[in-house]
């Protein structure tokens, strides 16, 4: 048997629901290549805005480990994912992180293909060429309440149901005439799935997020007390939200939703948050104009996650996404952007001295713990200890998730 | 099957002749580390210049992957190629790049070794040692018009037919007799594949190199009228050279000229250089005095290649000599060497700013490309598109001389 | 059969006892990674000193490959090698080099262990947990004459007639009473068991350290002056130790000490230094405060050895501790620690400028042999050569001791 194989297996084998996964998940290069070819190439993953590909021709390109696609509005105004490939010679063929076009030209021979990838001009070659089999590879697109998803080979499921839900959530953010006010990008030394479960649970936010804990109920403990007083701060969004719209799950329970489900790699929902906090800001003061359909600032915050890259907090002025691609068994690329409507105007309607300090601040404290959590994991010596049920049903139902995906009975790898 | 054969059988199975090459060929450590074994190591590689070897003691290190040796003038006027790797316990030898030395000693324990690598004196060792068999190990070297060639390993053919092409080709230019004018290293992010590509059609030229098809034919269509003009220069080169002597294969016909061949690894011939255009620069005027047995400057290029690491331009008045090694599968070293006469003066007989643009510019150009075909050649979405005979195939060419090396009979691996 | 088994299989049976070590052990993952589980977790390896853990609560931290351990001082006045990777799901608990504590808390989750290890609190863990299953896993850890030792898995043999043999040699040195007056670490770019060959022997002393050799009869020819010489020197020096106590052998025949034995890991014995000599210091003068129980100088050097990761030499006056830990193949992370009593106090009782440079130009004098060594052996045109049986008997002990680990019949990997 191939080490590749043995690696595999023998990790599988050593695996225990309810424990922390074993080491060679995180270190093995083996693993990490499945991963790629097993989960992150068959997902449905978040790429980027509807609002930066407003109208035709407008593009941005999106890059996950070694693939690059470029997503492009048609003249039709529908999307195309084209990967960013000459069928050629294989050149990279847009370089841009975004922009306009009318066509795409390879700079290597100049072949040249429509805005929908199909190939209109291929100069030298003489041969009677099946144009049609040459167009740009097409990878897979979906739009939902102005969030875009590409998957980059066979989808390992529809994006039908997921659409449906994230467009009722999103009715009233108003994400599709959202700008980026300002964007950072992380290098993480810490592989991917410590990423996430470090985002399933809310234990370490006491400790690990003094700030955070302020502005929300996740990491309080469950008493009647606190029941009350998150259903209270529930209610009164609920009247803020007047007939703003959107039919997002509220979630005014103890602990973090639910989340992944056996049939479900997306879930989106409404969270109360604490007295005193109209949104996500460190005094909990606005930050920002109100964006979408919302007419007060007072309404909680719209979570959305979709396993295995993105996840999102959107209060009534901004919002903030996360956006995660793997590097290696031991890095990981994050890119976290803050939202804010596209009327309103830096250093008038808005500071980033205000905007960022929240999320950026609860970020790196994020990033930090996995950092020191994958050193760890690292050692030869560790050994998985087991999931308080009651804080980390999320991260024991995101290893439940990745697992059932790895090694699915009709495995593609 | 191990993962190594495992990859290589799949590789092989995949490609197409007429087709790129699959990504496996381009990103496998697995097919990298054959490359090195049954390729590298067994191919007539270029080394550097009789020129800087000229006296006895003179030497020069060669560095490929992980093999360095001693290419040494020996006091006979012979030379040798010495693996610069102690018999003892595997010291490098010699640090330097150049120089002159009289004998070899090892700075660990001072094992000496005469120039030719003959184990002279080993300190300590009291046992009766072989020392006939403890020389330092011998590379296969051999010189032809200027240029030295090694072998790391056992040849895969003979040096004597291509010995007597390059001679005959390099009578007039003069290189046994010039001097390095100025060299740049360059760290391309590039398969070593991908650079022979680019090297081995003129397609490109046209929108990659706007002042080389100033200066060449190769790029051009093969227009009646094109035929004619390269014709007639040709013509005009052919009275320039005067009895220099030299009898490469003239080229004048459209494209590049046919290599490699599945018998030759090697090959070299003069070509016309456009109207206005007495040698490769960017005005077309001379930059450097008369090398050789020159007389004139306008009589056209003679080019050189051959694989795996070397091709060269020599104009009348210069020669630029590109030598390359690989580094990894993502990672080619290349070093481009600026070649004038020896008794040329800088600032007086020639200026490096008017000497070096035409190919830094023309290099660094497809530096770019490479590094931009290689980035799109590693997405797992590339699929091998078909070559342009009519401007391909070259590149079809070395692909065959390369699976053919790879995937001998008699295989080395 | 897998390619990390093939590669174990070819380099053992290409292995000639009493040559260098062939090639593949010098480059080879797999061997690498059989290496840290067969040799570098099953050894003892040094950590630290004991002066560091003086009191209950102090620790340091060690880090080997993956590895990490917390070495502390326990309430009891025991010793304990914890490692360092949280029990619920890996965390790095302590980050700090070294310092005092009471307790262990995970930054992550507040998982708070006793200073022993022992699990105290696990915050949400409503399940009944065998928390006496749950203490941070231990490592082993001995300590003898001030040094401390630890063994990250189980150890290939008892630790207790090393530790007679180095406490009885370490009574007079006062190393429990030291402190670390400098430590300087490299990043080496040579394979761990070649920085072992180079210390094994001192053929390359005369030509590599020309001020170690004046120190030093390590290196000369073994003349019957020069035996007179040493054993003159000897005497003197057994003088000068009055009853100052150690039971190490002395050791004035020429060449260095046998190390390591088929039997023995490690060694501890007296070495008489040069005329002139009263420590090893540039000029031969005192460069510091006398340690432990020593009345007079001029005692020669204590040295100690003990594979695979550490090496001493202790003049009367300070000790300079050389610790070992492999990175890759190619890197080898190295400590050196220069000791002085206590109560010496930098500037007044000695001075750095003095103290390091004997030690700091022969280490780094050493590290630039390794790495052109390294570099040689690389090469796939290497052939390992001879032994020299006067010379080099230690360097061949040092291969027979690694192979037998390596490759032993109850071969653990």
Not at 85 to 101: N, P, S, Y
Not at 308 to 334: G, K, M, Y
Not at 342 to 363: C, H, I, K
């Amino acid at each position: 048997m191939s080490d590749s194989a043995l690696v595999l297996r023998a990790a599988l084998a050593e695996r225990v629901p309810g424990y922390a996964l074993p080491r060679a998940f995180h270190v093995e290069q083996a693993i990490f290549a499945r991963e790629v070819t097993t989960i992150w190439r068959t997902s449905w993953l978040f790429a980027g805005l509807s609002a930066s590909v407003a109208k035709p021709g407008e593009f941005f390109t999106f890059e996950m480990a070694e693939d690059s696609v470029i997503v492009v509005r048609t003249a039709s105004g529908g999307l195309e994912a084209l990967h960013n490939v000459c069928r050629h010679r294989g050149m990279r063929i847009c370089q841009r992180a975004a922009g306009e076009a009318s066509r795409w030209v390879c700079p290597y021979h100049q072949w040249t293909y429509a805005l929908d990838g199909a190939l209109e001009r291929c100069g030298a070659m003489e041969e009677p060429l099946e144009r049609s089999g040459l167009g740009l590879r097409k990878a897979h697109v979906a739009e939902a309440g102005g969030l875009i998803f590409v998957c980059l080979d066979e989808p390992s499921g529809p994006f039908d149901e997921a659409a449906r839900a994230l467009r009722s959530a999103l009715v009233p953010a108003g994400l599709e005439r959202a700008k980026v006010a300002h964007e950072i990008d992380y290098q993480v030394a810490a592989n991917w799935k410590l990423v996430w479960h470090n985002n399933r649970e809310c234990w370490h936010c006491h400790s690990g997020h003094p700030q955070y804990v302020l502005a929300n109920f996740d990491a309080a403990p469950a008493t009647a007390q606190w029941r009350e007083l998150a259903q209270s701060r529930a209610s009164e969004h609920e009247r803020a939200m007047g007939d703003a719209g959107g039919a997002a799950d509220e979630h005014a329970a103890p602990g973090l939703y639910a989340f992944p489900a056996p049939d479900r790699w997306w879930s989106a929902n409404r969270t109360p948050l604490a007295p005193g906090f109209v949104t996500e800001s460190i005094d909990g003061e606005a930050v920002a104009p109100l964006m979408g359909r919302y007419a007060e600032h007072d309404v909680g915050t719209l979570r959305i996650r979709a396993v295995p890259n993105f996840w999102c907090h959107a209060s009534a002025d901004h919002a903030v996404l996360t956006q995660l691609a793997p590097r290696s068994p031991h890095e990981t690329a994050i890119r976290v952007r803050w939202l804010v409507d596209r009327d309103a105007v830096e250093g008038v309607d808005y500071e980033l001295e205000r905007l960022l300090p929240f999320w950026q601040l609860t970020s790196e404290q994020d990033w930090d713990l996995c950092e020191r959590n994958h050193a760890g994991v690292r050692s030869p010596a560790f050994v998985p200890g087991p999931y308080a049920p009651s804080r980390e049903y999320n991260v024991a139902a995101f290893d439940d998730w990745y697992v059932r995906r790895m090694f699915a009975a009709n495995e593609r790898a």
